[in-house]
């Protein structure tokens, strides 16, 4: 197979502040591998979780390091890839990992769901991210959503750095402002809470009871993601006998070996191409939360519609899906990814079924 990267920007139309800072803009990196006339393409870039952090550069440094040992091989079968995929960092790999299985979908003539055996009709909503900020501010950003697309299903950033107290005056705001636009809709609106772990313990359980009263529907990562395992998973474990709404872990889940230690205190796991590794690790964890009675979210960073049409074709097992970063984009060099109201449907193309545009092409 032949290797090669490429640079490209992505600029958000707003910018979004979490509990650990403010993103306006990344760099990514488009991976291609080539053989026998089909080129499949994938996309990566750095992550930052408090605890972990990957910068695009090296990334971009580990591929070319492991470009070499690929030429001398197939793109098929994959699972004889997988030594020298394991070595590479998780967005390092999802980059491989993506541009690997668009290449064996459009050798099948067919898209990643369709291999599966995945139902594209078992697809629901997608969440809309509302960053922290002052009241006003994160009030427009809804209107701004509402005028895009219908936006049935809010996610609220809260563990701001200001404290418990203007996070709860954000959550009552946001609350009434969707009890307003429910009665005069008559459609129901799902509002989501992420403190991206910017709460203590004692932090998250006394926000627990003002979040269960303003109807919010699930709780993710409260607390902050800790290297050492067992102390992340006490954490959850702590908080979990005290939390009456759905717990889901974010930035603590990254593999199924993670999944494991963290599902007998949790009811939710977040998946993330980029922290997974790629749609390989990302389609067992699902099956496996399956298995345990874990809902799946799946999630974003700032990531165009290559990858998170990639992830789309996992959305047939997914209860919360995640996925706005590309709508919120005002340079996103791909197309492929559909949305009907704020349903994204998995691609139809074969592979990925996503493609480049503008410069990329």
């Known amino acids: 197979m032949r290797c090669s990267l490429r640079n490209f920007p992505l600029t958000k139309a707003v910018p979004l502040a979490i509990s650990r800072g403010t993103t306006a803009a990344v ?6 591998v080539e053989q026998d006339g089909i080129r499949g393409i994938g996309e990566t870039g750095g992550l930052e979780t408090g605890h972990r952090c990957y910068e695009t550069p090296a990334i971009a440094a580990e591929l070319e390091a492991v470009f070499p040992l690929l030429e001398a091989r197939s793109c098929e079968p994959r699972q004889a890839l997988e030594p020298l995929l394991a070595r590479l960092s998780p967005p390092a790999r999802c980059g491989l990992d993506l541009a690997l299985h668009d290449w064996w979908g459009q050798r099948l003539g067919a898209p990643l769901w369709q291999l599966w055996g995945l139902d594209p009709a078992a697809c629901v909503p997608t969440s809309v991210t509302l960053g922290l900020g002052q009241i006003p501010a994160v009030l427009a950003r809804l209107e701004l959503w509402w005028q895009q697309l219908p936006a049935t299903r809010i996610k609220l950033k809260l ?4 404290g418990l107290d203007h996070d709860l005056a954000l959550l009552r705001a946001v609350a009434q402002a969707l009890e307003a636009r429910s009665e005069a809709t008559g459609t129901a609106i799902e509002l989501q809470v992420d403190a991206n772990g910017g709460w203590s313990l004692a932090g ?12 919010v529907v699930l709780l993710e990562q409260p607390l902050a993601p800790l290297a050492e395992a067992e102390a992340d998973t006490a954490g959850f474990a702590a908080l979990a006998p ?14 199924l070996a993670d999944l494991v230690r963290l599902a007998p205190h949790v009811d939710g796991i977040n998946i993330k191409l980029l922290k997974s590794g790629g749609l390989s690790e990302a389609l067992v964890m699902a099956r496996a939360a399956q298995g345990l009675d874990l809902a799946v979210m799946l999630g974003c960073y700032s990531d165009g519609s290559l990858l ?3 992830a789309a074709h996992l959305l047939p097992l997914v209860r919360w899906p995640d996925l706005d970063s590309h709508l919120n984009l005002v340079d996103d060099p791909f197309v492929g990814l559909e949305c009907q109201g704020d349903r994204l449907q998995p691609p139809t193309g074969a592979g990925l079924g996503i493609g480049p545009q503008g410069l990329l092409a």
Do not use: F, I, T
């Not at 005290?242 to 593999?255: G, H, K, Q, R, Y």
């Open 308 to 310: 998170n049409g990639a």
């Open 242 to 255: 005290d939390c009456p709404l759905p717990l889901v872990a974010d930035e603590s889940c990254w593999n």
């Open 159 to 162: 563990g701001s750095p200001d």
């Open 204 to 215: 998250a359980r006394s926000m627990v009871e003002p979040l269960a009263a303003h109807g």
């Open 27 to 32: 760099e990514h990196l488009l991976v291609v």
